[in-house]
């Protein structure tokens, strides 16, 4: 594979071995504080897939940043009025430390329903992470996030409902790291006509849903986690005195000494070549 910036705001992902005449473009709101990191992941996971791709990151200018980060972003970010006017194959929105806080009091919680309402008439695919996920079946169909303790964290086995495109050749049961202190109900989802609920689990609640005519995909996980992130971030809550439990099946034994048991990155990114199989 190869990388390169076609313009400052503009990143080209070639696979090698893959067609030049299948180029998809995506639009990337990252909204993760650490943007680099979450960069990272996204890259690793289309790392060996056949399409080759061009990337757009965009960040929301109404929230108030608390890290020096800003000077970046301007410089190889993009915001909602420098691409109106564009189209894309594909957007897809991460997730956010934000998860409890009320919708309308995220700082850019109108900018994120802009976006959302943009996307309807210049994006062909939407896919939403973690927060994400959330946020948008609540702006869309009006479903309630409700807090969890201890907060869901860790990496859970999960089971296909009900065979899917979106879930070609992912095994049976696979596995995805989860890290949030809210969750949805099943049947809140399974109340809307419109939406599908591909991976439900009794213990982390909706995991995977579509719209049916598969434009929306909402995973509450996180596929595209990297190995140490979830020891990274335990490691933080400890050091910052917030109350956190050891993440669930993720440490050998339960030890936190121990090597990381890495078993989902497979599958998660098999997940996201599907959805790019989708915008072909």
């Not at 960040?59 to 894309?88: C, G, M, R, V």
């Not at 990496?155 to 696979?174: G, K, S, W, Y």
Request: with cysteine; charged share 15%.
């Amino acid at each position: 594979m190869s990388l390169k910036h076609e313009s400052s705001k503009r990143l080209v992902f070639n696979q090698l071995g893959a067609s030049t005449q299948q180029t998809i473009d995506l639009v990337v709101l990252n909204l993760m504080p650490n943007k680099l990191e979450t960069e990272g992941q996204l890259l690793d996971l289309f790392a060996g897939l056949p399409e080759n791709l061009t990337l757009t990151f965009l960040y929301p200018q109404t929230h108030h940043f608390k890290s020096p980060i800003l000077p970046y972003l301007k410089t190889s970010y993009a915001t909602l009025p420098e691409i109106a006017d564009n189209d894309y194959d594909g957007l897809i929105i991460t997730g956010a430390p934000v998860e409890t806080l009320p919708y309308a009091a995220v700082d850019y919680w109108q900018e994120f329903t802009e976006i959302l309402d943009w996307a309807q008439d210049h994006v062909r695919q939407n896919l939403f992470i973690c927060w994400a996920a959330q946020a948008a079946l609540y702006a869309q169909y009006g479903i309630e996030k409700y807090a969890v303790r201890p907060k869901v964290f860790g990496i859970f086995e999960h089971q296909a409902a009900q065979a899917t495109p979106l879930l070609a050749n992912v095994p049976h049961r696979f596995y995805m790291p989860h890290s949030r202190h809210t969750t949805l109900q099943s049947s809140d989802v399974q109340a809307q006509a419109d939406l599908n609920l591909l991976v439900d689990d009794a213990d982390v609640g909706p995991v995977i849903v579509q719209s049916r005519d598969q434009r929306q995909t909402f995973i509450t996980g996180h596929p595209e986690y990297s190995q140490n992130t979830l020891a990274q971030e335990y490691q933080r809550d400890l050091t910052d005195g917030i109350p956190i439990t050891l993440p669930e099946n993720y440490f050998y034994g339960n030890d936190a000494n121990a090597q990381v048991l890495e078993r989902w990155h497979t599958s998660g990114q098999q997940i996201i070549a599907n959805w790019l199989q989708q915008l072909n």
